[in-house]
């Protein structure tokens, strides 16, 4: 199989710009780290990369801020009552090496929707709660899909380079 596109899930081999990394999470007035957080150092270490403690013993930082979760109502039942909720994940990320963005800030939200059954308040709480985490998982393992295309993305041929124009 050498050569060829195919690898196992979590097996790809890491771009070397990911595979010593700060990760630093801006988010004001929190007491505790996000979920995001630990699930994208986990995928790293899984990956064989190192998660640094310190911005200055790292060769990139991966800087993820404005993090913001919303709720909006999607429907409501006859008496006015919401029935269906939409939650949403947004957050501004970059990556920088040697203070300059080698993967310019971009932003990425992930969604879903849950159903919401006023009978069951506490069980529907804590499968929003469990819901909010399920997203920063998967926005996690969507992040590092997204930096890996960027970084591994072929520079672009100056114009008029050799192998430059396209065959006809």
């Given at each position: 199989m050498a050569g060829c596109g195919f690898?196992?899930?979590g097996s790809r081999v890491l771009p070397s710009q990911l595979s010593w990394v700060y990760i630093d999470v801006v988010t004001p007035y929190q007491v505790e780290k996000p979920p995001l957080e630990a699930s994208l150092r986990t995928r790293l270490l899984r990956r064989g990369g190192v998660v640094s403690g310190n911005a200055a013993d790292a060769r990139t930082v991966l800087r993820i801020s404005d993090m913001a979760e919303t709720r909006e109502v999607l429907s409501?039942?006859?008496?006015?009552k919401a029935v269906e909720y939409k939650l949403?994940?947004?957050?501004?990320y970059?990556?920088?090496e040697d203070g300059k963005a080698i993967v310019p800030p971009d932003v990425m939200?992930?969604?879903r929707d849950y159903s919401f059954n006023a009978q069951q308040v506490l069980a529907k709480e804590a499968e929003e709660a469990r819901l909010q985490s399920y997203i920063q998982d998967e926005m996690a393992e969507l992040l590092l899909l997204r930096l890996e295309a960027m970084l591994n993305r072929p520079a672009a041929a100056p114009?008029?380079?050799a192998g430059a124009t396209p065959e006809p």
């Open positions: 690898h196992w899930a409501v039942d006859p008496f006015g949403t994940t947004r957050l501004r970059e990556l920088l939200r992930v969604s114009a008029g380079a």
